[in-house]
């Protein structure tokens, strides 16, 4: 994926990265750039956070990742799959060498969403969808909707996207704390590169999602984002974790192109092509279509990336835990008190190691 888009002034003045240093930490915490800078907002009011494990990993929901040379949705779709549903819309969705467009990767979606729905419907287990969606549960491979994802859609792919299935969603969390354990607990298994905590002001784009797709994607804009909260009360995993997701919805007559944007370009791109001019107080006036205009503050951005030295993923962890933030809290249940034990039995061992030294 081409990165000269961060070249341009535009994504600079809507994200900025933040090289830490060790020292610097105390001072986020307390709203400080690591000179003593205050910040323009406060981020813990105005952001949602999301946590990655390296700073090479893009904003793109796991649908569209790559492990091992090919897309992880290609796990759940085996090559015969077109001997098996014959339907017209189905029977070229199985993963070979041909180059993957957004109508291809939104069936595949769309299908291996529904053997989920299918096979734990058959299990006997709860699954949230609508009466217009079950009644898709026998006859999925002869439907796709004309776009994706549909409304309807994004509480099972959120419940989908929380146990594991590569979706199209984007996982955030309204509580840093929970996006940072994500972000350094692989030191656990000894990885002590470096890591990633975007921060997302995002209440500017809220108006934005509430626009109803289904009366039609706005002309001048390529894709549409929606922000979606699943329902807490029935998955304690999401309620700890403070989660909420996002979604890119394109328009079908994009759908023969080939790139995945993560959703930083895809801002910035949105931006670009609707209105913005910076004034002389260098505050940036924005005006996105179907949204209500809005002023980024001096050195306010959308996309704060905080970029965490790996040798400090040992003590973060460790201070996370003292906070009540390990797997116990993280994922309430049975399991969740048998990885904490096993996990602060691996940081007692890590801090004998360096003691040692």
């Not at 929901?61 to 549903?85: F, Q, T, V, W």
């Not at 287990?125 to 002869?142: G, Q």
Request: hydrophobic share 35%; net charge neutral.
């Amino acid at each position: 994926m081409d990165d000269c888009y961060k070249n341009d002034e535009l994504y600079k003045d809507l994200v900025e990265e933040i090289r830490l240093k060790p020292e610097d930490l105390d001072s986020i915490k307390k709203g400080l750039y690591p000179d003593g800078r205050e910040f323009p907002i406060k981020l813990k009011e105005r952001c949602i956070f999301r946590g990655v494990s390296s700073e090479d990993y893009k904003l793109i929901p796991n649908a569209l990742r790559e492990k091992n040379g090919k897309y992880e949705l290609c796990d759940y779709l085996h090559a015969d799959i077109s001997k098996d549903y014959h339907s017209a819309a189905f029977q070229d969705i199985e993963c070979n060498e041909k180059e993957l467009t957004l109508e291809l990767q939104y069936k595949r979606e769309f299908f291996v969403l529904f053997r989920f729905l299918d096979w734990a419907d058959k299990s006997g287990l709860k699954i949230p969808v609508s009466t217009n969606v079950r009644k898709l549960l026998h006859s999925y491979i002869n439907h796709f909707p004309g776009y994706w994802p549909k409304s309807e859609f994004y509480e099972v792919i959120s419940l989908a996207q929380h146990y594991g299935l590569p979706t199209c969603a984007l996982d955030w969390s309204y509580d840093y704390k929970v996006a940072l354990y994500f972000a350094v607990k692989n030191i656990l298994k000894g990885d002590d590169s470096d890591c990633v905590l975007w921060a997302f002001n995002y209440k500017y784009f809220e108006k934005y999602s509430t626009f109803v797709v289904e009366k039609g994607l706005n002309s001048q804009n390529k894709s549409q984002l929606r922000f979606y909260r699943p329902k807490y009360y029935n998955n304690p995993n999401l309620k700890a974790q403070k989660g909420v997701f996002t979604f890119l919805i394109n328009k079908p007559e994009t759908f023969n192109e080939k790139s995945f944007d993560p959703l930083d370009k895809v801002i910035w791109n949105m931006v670009r092509e609707c209105y913005f001019k910076k004034n002389h107080n260098s505050e940036i006036e924005i005006e996105l279509c179907g949204i209500k205009n809005f002023t980024l503050q001096k050195n306010e951005r959308i996309f704060y990336k905080f970029i965490i030295p790996g040798e400090c993923k040992y003590k973060i962890l460790k201070e996370l835990y003292l906070d009540g933030y390990s797997e116990e809290y993280l994922f309430p249940g049975y399991k969740g008190v048998v990885d904490a034990m096993k996990n602060r039995m691996e940081l007692e061992k890590h801090n004998e190691k360096k003691i040692t030294k």
